[in-house]
Each structure stands twice: as C-alpha cells, then as structure tokens.
C-alpha cells in the first residue's frame, strides 16, 4: 500500500491528490445510488431518495438527452446550468478553488430559484412523497404511539 501512495505522490501533487479522494468518494456514492436504484426501481438520486426534494443538479440527465435529440430548449428546461458540466474537468485542473466556490454558488442559487418558480409541481422539480425521511419519521410515530 505504501508502494502505491508512493507512486501517486509523484504523479499528482498534493492538491490534486486531495480532488482524486474527493472523486473517488463521489464515485462510491454514485455507484451505490446507481446500483441501489437499479435494484429498487427508484431515482438514482441518493438526496432525491433520502429527502424528497430534488438536488441541486436534478434534470441535469435529462438535460442533455434531450440535447443529444436535438431539443435545446427542453433541455434548458430541465436544467439550465447543464452546459457547465462540460467545463468542470477544467475548472478542477485550473488549481483555483475559487472556481469551485463560484460554481458550487451558482448552482445552489439556480437550484433555490428552480425550487421557488417549480416545486413541487413542474418537472424535473416534484416532491418524492415515498422518501426515506417520511418513512422514518412514520415508523417513528407508530412506535411513539
């Protein structure tokens, strides 16, 4: 093991290293909520699943089928910010956190804006009534009652 820490200290330097943890983590969880909604039928969202509300980059899928169809207006529909995915490979190779930051700010503005025009009614921004906050939270009342 040390062998291998070893051999990715001279390829990356410390900060890039410290993105690959971070990437390697988001990886997990990804393939955990892919594999948890394959096997379940349910959203691959783990956020979408735990609280019901969608996530900051929900629609982002749907936005670029529909751009691979050709339908750019749909596609902005579905998430406005979708074309910036493109740049973040880029955004974490510049070494400047403050791109990060900007980034993570605008989606969380764009989201907080999606929630208030959209929610609960208007794809991709429907509340999931089945989440796992409200089953807890049922189970919960029965025991207390």
Request: aromatic share 16%; hydrophobic share 50%; net charge positive.
């Amino acid at each position: 093991m040390r062998r291998y820490l070893n051999k990715m200290k001279r390829l990356f330097n410390e900060k890039q290293i410290k993105y690959l943890k971070i990437i390697g983590i988001l990886a997990a969880i990804g393939a955990v909520s892919v594999l948890f909604g394959f096997l379940t039928g349910r959203s691959i969202c783990l956020f979408y699943n735990v609280t019901g509300v969608p996530c900051p980059g929900c629609g982002m899928t749907r936005a670029f089928l529909h751009l691979l169809k050709g339908d750019i207006l749909h596609a902005f529909q579905y998430h406005p910010l979708f074309p910036l995915v493109i740049f973040i490979p880029f955004i974490f190779n510049s070494g400047k956190d403050r791109y990060v930051y900007i980034g993570a700010s605008l989606m969380v503005i764009v989201w907080i804006i999606r929630l208030r025009l959209y929610f609960p009614n208007v794809e991709p921004m429907i509340y999931k009534e089945d989440n796992f906050i409200s089953f807890f939270k049922s189970i919960i009342g029965q025991i207390i009652t």
